[in-house]
């Protein structure tokens, strides 16, 4: 599985500077999981976002290596 977490900005909450932005990309035969959350360790504050292979077509994202909330590229 890989897993990157970033700091990226202010939390629109609290207004803390430390706003996390973490993806997770899991694969296990045919099936892979995108996640991304953004968490805010002041206040608790918190966004989570997944994607599944097996997902109609209709629901799954452009790009899931993309941040939906910051829209940084994932680092693999």
Request: charged share 35%; hydrophobic share 20%; proline share 5%.
């Given at each position: ?25 899991f ?12 968490k ?24 899931a ?12």
């Amino acid at each position: 599985m890989a897993r990157d977490t970033q700091t990226v900005g202010q939390c629109p909450k609290c207004n803390a500077d430390n706003l996390t932005c973490r993806y997770n990309d899991f694969e296990k035969d045919d099936l892979r999981i995108v996640s991304w959350e953004h968490k805010c360790a002041e206040c608790g504050y918190r966004e989570t976002t997944a994607f599944r292979s097996d997902d109609p077509e209709e629901l799954q994202p452009v790009d899931a290596g993309t941040c939906p909330y910051c829209e940084r590229s994932a680092n693999r």
